[in-house]
């Protein structure tokens, strides 16, 4: 019976280490992908968005959508 549960914990420890050794070869090989992709392949400097004149058109359509909704809300109850 003691035979039994050593071997029983001798591949539940073979299978788990299989896994884990399994998953850590996965992180590096992952770790090392992103490495050279952004080694040879870098992400372009984002641009700042250039101001626009008509910024402030809107204002008056959003004030007057914001009245809107809520004199109907409060017909509506």
Known sequence: ??????????FMALGMGTVF???????VAMNLQSY????FFPEPAPTPP??????NT???AKIAAI???????????
């Open 58 to 60: 809107n204002k008056g």
């Open 50 to 55: 250039k101001p626009s004149a008509k910024g």
């Open 67 to 77: 009245s809107a909704a809520i004199q109907h809300h409060n017909q509506v109850k």
């Open 21 to 27: 050794a399994f998953l850590v070869l996965m992180i």
């Open 1 to 10: 019976m003691e035979n039994l549960v050593f071997e029983g914990f001798k």
């Open 36 to 39: 050279i992709i952004h080694k």
